[in-house]
Nanobody, 126 residues
Framework: QVQLVESGGGLVQAGGSLRLSCAAS????????MGWFRQAPGNEREFVAS????????TYADSVKGRFTISRDSAKNTVYLQMSTLKPEDTAVYYC???????????????????WGQGTQVTVFS
C-alpha cells in the first residue's frame, strides 16, 4: 500500500508562483512513477504532469507546459509540482497519484493510477 499526502496549496494572485509537495509512504517510492492531476468544480479530473521513477522523463498537459515543473526527491520520498505564471483557470484541487505497482511507465489517464492523495486546494485570483 502507498499513502500520499499533498501540501502547499493556497491563495495566490494571477502571475504568481506556488510549489506543491506530495509526501509518499513506503520504502519503494523511488521505484514508482508519479503523476499530478487536478479537478475544478464542475469539471472532470484532468492530467497535469507525470514523472518517471528516476526523474529522467517528464510529461505535461498542454495547458501547463512551460509554466509547471514536476520533480522528485527520492531521499525525502517526495514529488513536487512547481507552478509559475499562474492563471485563474489553474484554480482546482490538485492530487498526486501513483500506479498500482512500481517499475511501470506512468501515463496521462486517471485509470492508470491506483493510489491518490486527499488533494490540496489552489486558488488563483486576478
Amino acid at each position: 500500500q502507498v499513502q500520499l499526502v499533498e501540501s502547499g496549496g493556497g491563495l495566490v494572485q494571477a502571475g504568481g508562483s506556488l510549489r506543491l509537495s506530495c509526501a509518499a509512504s513506503g520504502r519503494t517510492f523511488s521505484r514508482y512513477g508519479m503523476g499530478w492531476f487536478r479537478q475544478a468544480p464542475g469539471n472532470e479530473r484532468e492530467f497535469v504532469a507525470s514523472i518517471s521513477s528516476s526523474g529522467a522523463s517528464t510529461t505535461y498537459a498542454d495547458s501547463v507546459k512551460g509554466r509547471f515543473t514536476i520533480s522528485r526527491d527520492s531521499a525525502k520520498n517526495t514529488v513536487y509540482l512547481q507552478m509559475s505564471t499562474l492563471k485563474p483557470e489553474d484554480t482546482a484541487v490538485y492530487y498526486c497519484a501513483a500506479p498500482s505497482r512500481p517499475g511501470i511507465r506512468v501515463g496521462t489517464k486517471e485509470g492508470e493510477y491506483e493510489y491518490w492523495g486527499q488533494g490540496t486546494q489552489v486558488t488563483v485570483f486576478s
